[in-house]
């Protein structure tokens, strides 16, 4: 074999090694990628969370009755001659709400 053949077969066996380690090969590289789309994607819907609480919180500065309402469903009250009216098997809207 020729220096330059040698050389190109070691190469080969660094790279087959490198690719075939658990440590830091490519097992290790795509579970990288997948907490980085994890994390991408929980980014994302914090940041659409945040941005529904800036829109909601300039609501109820802005609105003097947004804030009584506001206050009404976060306590489960009514206004004299208003009716509630409670859905069952759908998700609240708006912010992580527990009732």
């Known amino acids: 074999m020729t220096t330059l053949g040698l050389g190109a077969a070691l190469i080969g066996l660094v790279a087959v090694s490198a ?14 990628r997948g907490s980085l789309a994890t994390a991408t ?3 994302g819907a914090l940041e659409r969370e945040n941005d529904a609480l800036r829109r909601e919180i300039e609501a109820l500065e802005a609105d003097p009755s947004a804030r009584g309402r506001a206050i009404r469903e976060e306590l ?3 206004l004299p001659g208003e009716i509630v009216v409670y859905f069952t098997g759908a998700e609240p809207e708006g912010p992580d709400r527990e009732r």
Request: glycine fraction near 10%; hydrophobic fraction near 50%.
């Open 41 to 43: 994607e929980r980014v």
């Open 76 to 78: 489960d009250l009514a």
């Open 19 to 32: 690719l075939l380690d658990g440590e830091s090969g490519v097992a290790i590289w795509r579970q990288l």
